[in-house]
């Protein structure tokens, strides 16, 4: 896949601190990109900068290519966005707010707004006054917006906000159709981190404006294999009955009582034999898989995303 967009030293700086530090986003077409990070790491600047709603500090943007600038209002044609929260007219229905979209952007396709309408579940209440609509409506409004002029890039921060399972369930299958089935390029913010893990070709880690990593998928999905986990009131013995007993070497004390085992020679079942034979106390021993949550607590310290 071919990069459409790439950012260079993007750096944006506020009443003398870096927001942005230097970040080098690289965005290929068609691809699902999670750009993920603590609460004022810097992902709504960056979607700001990369729309022309901020100016960078320093650094540049290029989109296809060509260096993007203030004036770069047909790049700009091509992007679709919510940044922070849809804003509408209120008092104008859902039908109504799209048309004056589509009249400002220079787009007057009216059997796209249906098609939008129905894409993300808002057939039944197109007529009714967006001041009546709840957040999670408001939210596929705004998605609805940003897809109706069918962008090649769709910038989306924190889209699912506000939506209940069965709400968050139909954008993450409407995220994936527009990728797979379209060819459209998206750029997601989320804290939801097992969301982005099911969607995303690549993740953006950022914390405090600096971009830590930037990643496939996939590779985290190799990197990261199955393991066990023994949480026992007896750490120092289960040591050394894993090092002694059961001659392994490849695992990690996680905590006081927590020991993740990565060993592949060894079943729960012989590990759980061997442990009640040196007399350790066994609270629980399960089988798991580290997570997108895992990868991105190691690489922010375990701060956490809120």
Do not use: W
């Amino acid at each position: 896949m071919s990069t459409i967009l790439r950012t260079r030293n993007l750096t944006k700086v506020y009443k003398g601190n870096k927001s942005v530090s230097s970040v080098n986003m690289n965005i290929k077409q068609g691809e699902i990109y999670g750009f993920l990070g603590p609460n004022g790491a810097g992902k709504t600047t960056v979607m700001k900068m990369i729309t022309n709603l901020v100016k960078p500090t320093e650094g540049e943007i290029e989109f296809y290519g060509e260096k993007m600038t203030s004036h770069s209002y047909e790049m700009l044609k091509r992007m679709g966005s919510i940044i922070e929260y849809p804003v509408f007219y209120e008092k104008l229905t859902a039908r109504e707010n799209l048309l004056l979209h589509g009249e400002y952007m220079g787009f007057y396709n009216r059997q796209a707004i249906n098609d939008v309408m129905d894409l993300v579940k808002l057939t039944g209440v197109d007529k009714k006054p967006v001041k009546e609509f709840s957040l999670g409506m408001k939210q596929r409004l705004g998605i609805a917006r940003a897809v109706m002029t069918k962008p090649e890039l769709l910038i989306l921060d924190e889209p699912i906000n506000g939506l209940d399972p069965v709400g968050i369930k139909e954008l993450r299958e409407l995220f994936q159709m527009l990728s797979r089935e379209y060819g459209m390029t998206l750029l997601i913010s989320s804290h939801i981190l097992g969301e982005i893990e099911q969607i995303a070709d690549t993740i953006g880690v950022i914390r405090e404006g600096i971009l830590l990593e930037e990643v496939a998928m996939e590779t985290i999905r190799r990197q990261n294999a199955e393991y066990i986990e023994l949480v026992t009131s007896s750490v120092r013995q289960a040591v050394y009955v894993l090092e002694e007993k059961l001659r392994l070497t490849n695992f990690k004390l996680m905590d006081f009582c927590t020991i993740r085992i990565y060993d592949e020679g060894v079943s729960q079942h012989e590990l759980n034999k061997a442990l009640i034979l040196e007399n350790v106390e066994v609270e629980s021993i399960s089988k798991s898989k580290t997570t997108l949550e895992d990868h991105f607590m190691s690489l922010i310290g375990g701060r956490g995303i809120a």
